[in-house]
């Protein structure tokens, strides 16, 4: 856990959320493990494993999610709230023993695979739900906030009684248009 961020936060669990700003140390170990499956070339993937440890930061504000990581070549994703589109944890059997799993935050952006993942973590539960309910919008109490339709009626059924009259004119004018037609093919002689 690092700093906490200058914000006013709704709940305990997520002032802890956002004073998230590294990943936990068990990461690290994971990293090391996996990285002894290549038996004599361990140390060809531990030790970008290892970089990536050590300049791995996370930042929650109210806006939204950022990753930041690299030495030679640094990476930084920010998304947004509004941009989440699906959230899934995700973990196998070494990361489960050791308390971790991976938060993968996917968007609208085509791809099957997630545009950020949040890794190293163990409160992944937490920064799930936190995700959840930045994602939808949720006030705290657990209130949904209100939606513009309902913070103005009148404008909301006033446009739905205009698309009603348009698609009204709509319907006539079609009506109308294959009456025209129908005429004119019953009225043109038909060739033998």
Partial sequence: M????AMDPA????AS???IDRPHSNLLFYYALSSLVLGPAFFIALIPRFFRYETLHYHFDDEGVSARWGILFRKEIHLTYARIQDIHLRSNFVERWLRLARVEIQ???????AELTVEGLLEYEAVRDFLYSKMRGIASGGARAAPAETARPDAASSEGADL????GEIAAELRA???AVERRSQSEPRDA
């Fill in 2 to 5: 690092g700093y906490a961020h």
């Fill in 11 to 14: 709940s305990p669990r997520d």
């Fill in 17 to 19: 959320v956002l004073a």
């Fill in 107 to 113: 968007t609208a952006s085509g791809s099957a695979k």
């Fill in 164 to 167: 009603a009259g348009t698609l």
């Fill in 177 to 179: 248009i294959r009456a």
